[in-house]
């Protein structure tokens, strides 16, 4: 329950900053946002930042278009499955491929 | 004078360069080109004053007393077959092929026996002067020289400076290729011309070492297995060409209101040149011909430097990763991006691959 309240303060964050019009937020500042909430991410623990990669996926079907895509694609933004993964060699190649097929 | 005698010069290294034949005139028309100096073992061809000289006329000693003119089993070489061949005269004995005795009768010892070489009255001496042997000479005496004093020069570079870093070395060896390069830019018939023009009353071994100067500097660029080809392989056998230089980037400053408390931001101030609460920036020009700042973290140089803590693929850190490229291409200068890690270094290296920025440079500082 907590991880979904979570999920959705996260999720708001990251669909301002990432929609937010260049006029309105400075860009470079933007992603100075973003690393800085990526970095805070990958130091949750990891029971947690399961349960917030879950939630991302149902809050992304509670909205629609662009703010959907924003959200459904935060694990994959900032890497989080592949911190999930970081010590399963083989799931991280997996994620490697993955990534690489999806680019 | 001179000049006539360096056309002579010149049309005479042509000539033996397109057909292997020796300058007209100057000896005699038995053999083109040859090597005396032969292996007594194997027989096969020895640098001059190594191995065993067998002769001057350029056939086979043992060729000529059986009769034969230069070529092999008897049929005349390529070059000799439009012109009628000169009975070659007995000159010097040779050692032959030697039939074995005893239990080993019939097994042809092909182990030349040690005999002294007997000078044939009206006969040159072995160790006469032929222009064609010191015209091969010459040019085998200066590939040589020249690939010695190259590999010197390499070992030199990489042992002998007080300060050797990695990056002197590659500079010393560059500076080296690159001379040999440039060298072999300018067209060899210039090469030759010059030579030829300094050397007026050169001999032919001069002008061999001079035709040879030009064969070595291309040959020793490709000699595989040498340390030279290695380092060669690494610029990529560029030609020798100035960088161009730039007026230094016009950096300006803009501020920046972020949380100073934070790791990350500490990070980016440590990056060089940083200034805290002060972010460097290029300008870029927007297509409505309006200029808006490109933030970096730091300047080092003319390398501006973008602190990453942590990596994100989302829409907006793709946008910046095309914004700096693009003010970076504009104003001729390479962007560095610095990350705490190896992990975050290969995620950023994906993303140049993904959106293929060939202009910034990522590389590992840690905190």
């Known amino acids: ?103 | 004078m001179d000049e006539i005698q360096g056309q002579m010069g010149r049309r005479a290294f042509v000539g033996w360069l397109r057909t292997g034949r020796s300058p007209a005139g100057r000896i005699d028309r038995v053999e083109l080109k040859f090597n005396p100096w032969h292996d007594p073992d194997d027989g096969r061809f020895t640098f001059a004053g190594t191995g065993r000289r067998f002769g001057t006329g350029g056939a086979d000693p043992a060729d000529q007393i059986s009769g034969r003119a230069s070529g092999i089993f008897g049929r005349p070489s390529i070059g000799d077959r439009n012109r009628p061949r000169i009975p070659a005269t007995p000159k010097v004995q040779a050692p032959r092929a030697q039939q074995r005795v005893g239990n080993d009768a019939g097994v042809i010892d092909r182990r030349p026996a040690i005999v002294p070489l007997k000078v044939v009255p009206g006969l040159r001496l072995v160790n006469q002067s032929n222009p064609v042997t010191e015209f091969v000479g010459g040019a085998g005496r200066e590939l040589r020289d020249l690939a010695n004093e190259t590999v010197t020069g390499v070992r030199s570079a990489l042992t002998t400076n007080p300060v050797t870093t990695v990056r002197n070395a590659a500079l010393g060896i560059a500076g080296m290729i690159d001379a040999g390069i440039a060298a072999d830019d300018v067209p060899a018939r210039v090469q030759i011309s010059r030579a030829a023009d300094a050397l007026a009353n050169a001999s032919a071994r001069d002008i061999g070492r001079a035709g040879a100067y030009v064969v070595g500097n291309a040959a020793l660029t490709l000699a595989p297995g040498a340390a030279l080809s290695k380092v060669s392989a690494l610029r990529g056998l560029r030609k020798a060409r100035l960088r161009p230089t730039y007026d230094p980037p016009e950096i300006g400053w803009a501020k920046e209101t972020l949380d100073r408390d934070k790791p990350w931001a500490a990070y980016n101030d440590a990056a060089p040149g940083a200034q805290a609460g002060q972010a460097p920036t290029l300008k870029r020009k927007l297509p409505n011909g309006l200029e808006r700042a490109v933030k970096f973290d730091g300047v080092q140089g003319d390398y501006v430097i973008d602190r990453k803590w942590k990596i994100v693929d989302a829409p907006h850190a793709r946008a910046q990763l095309l914004r700096q490229s693009e003010v970076l291409r504009r104003h001729n200068v390479i962007g560095t991006w610095e990350v705490p890690d190896q992990k975050q270094r290969m995620k950023a290296l994906m993303l140049f691959k993904k959106m293929n920025v060939t202009n910034i440079k990522v590389r590992v500082v840690k905190p």
């Open chain 1, 1 to 103: 329950m907590i991880a979904m309240q979570v999920a959705r303060i996260i999720a708001n964050f990251v669909v301002f900053f990432e929609l937010a019009d260049d006029d309105i937020v400075d860009p470079d500042t933007a992603v100075k946002m973003m690393e800085d909430l990526g970095s805070g991410l990958d130091t949750l623990d990891k029971g947690f930042l399961r349960e917030l990669v879950d939630a991302f996926a149902v809050i992304a079907e509670e909205n629609s278009g662009e703010v959907q895509e924003v959200i459904r694609n935060i694990p994959y933004s900032f890497y989080l499955e592949e911190e999930l993964a970081a010590d399963d060699p083989v799931r991280l190649a997996e994620l490697d491929a993955i990534r690489e097929a999806k680019d």
